[in-house]
């Protein structure tokens, strides 16, 4: 089991940065896939982003491709969400969360499904303005 804990939310201009941090704690020996994603009200949950941090595999959705960065710390057992040009549309609660390795998961769609993930944080907000 692991908890994790999201932070770096906040309100910014149309253009302007964030920096997502998700703390992981519990069972940091196990080995986890890690995904963000975000859910605007009235909308679908959307995967943000996804990697392996004990591989160099990541994937992103189409609409942040070369925007967002997600990135990671094994030391911290923390990982981040870099995102830069932040439109309007970014608006949303943007949630870390982990499932436990095997060897049956793969392709794009699959690691951007939050369905497909175990553990969940609380969420963060985000708020872009025109």
């Known amino acids: 089991q692991v908890q994790l804990v999201e932070s770096g939310g906040g309100s910014v201009q149309t253009g302007g940065s964030l920096r997502l941090s998700c703390a992981a704690s519990?069972?940091?020996?196990?080995?986890?896939?890690m995904l963000w994603f975000r859910q605007a009200p009235g909308k679908e949950r959307e995967g943000v982003a996804a990697?392996?941090?004990?591989?160099?595999?990541?994937y992103y959705a189409d609409s942040v491709k070369v925007r967002f960065t997600i990135s990671k710390d094994n030391a911290k057992n923390t990982f981040y969400l870099q995102m830069n040009s932040l439109r309007p549309e970014d608006t949303a609660m943007y949630y870390c969360?982990?499932?436990?390795?095997?060897?049956?998961?793969?392709?794009?769609?699959?690691?951007?499904?939050?369905?497909?993930?175990?553990?969940w944080g609380q969420g963060t907000q985000v708020t872009v303005s025109s």
């Open positions: 519990g069972d940091t020996s196990s080995s986890y896939y």
């Open positions: 990697c392996y941090p004990r591989g160099g595999s990541t």
């Open positions: 969360a982990a499932r436990a390795v095997d060897g049956s998961f793969f392709g794009q769609s699959r690691r951007l499904d939050p369905s497909e993930y175990r553990y």
